[in-house]
Nanobody, 124 residues
Framework: QVRLVESGGGLAQPGGSLRLSCAAS????????MSWARQAPGKGLEWVSG????????YYSDSVKGRFTISRDSDKNTLYLQMNSLKPEDTALYYC?????????????????WGQGTQVTVSS
């Protein structure tokens, strides 16, 4: 069965960095687009970044553009999110998600499997 397991979250200071990973199994990883989304306390789920199945295109929300970088390694079946210049407003539970097809979109309904999430807290 499809399984997505996030890791790499934790506590970071403002201006610091974290690298999230999402280990995927149960499907042909290279055939599907992937995305990261997050949910801050008391707020709804927000799409953050997406990457096409072949890694040819990446997309970011305006709130993270220029600070976060999404990537994937099909040999390791792993999705990454490098987060730099972290801000307190980046504090959230971060999820990786598998798309229904090869193209990453910002529409959360286009994703049919989700991980359990990894907590990121940015605070001094």
């Amino acid at each position: 069965q499809v399984r997505l397991v996030e890791s790499g979250g934790g506590l970071a200071q403002p201006g610091g960095s974290l690298r999230l990973s999402c280990a995927a199994s149960g499907f042909t990883f290279s055939n599907y687009a992937m995305s990261w989304a997050r949910q801050a306390p008391g707020k709804g789920l927000e799409w953050v970044s997406g990457i096409y199945s072949d890694g040819s295109d990446t997309y970011y929300s305006d709130s993270v553009k220029g600070r976060f970088t999404i990537s994937r390694d099909s040999d390791k079946n792993t999705l990454y999110l490098q987060m730099n210049s972290l801000k307190p407003e980046d504090t959230a539970l971060y999820y990786c998600a598998k798309a229904r097809g090869t193209i990453a979109t910002l529409n959360l309904s286009d994703y049919n499997y989700w991980g359990q999430g990894t907590q990121v807290t940015v605070s001094s």
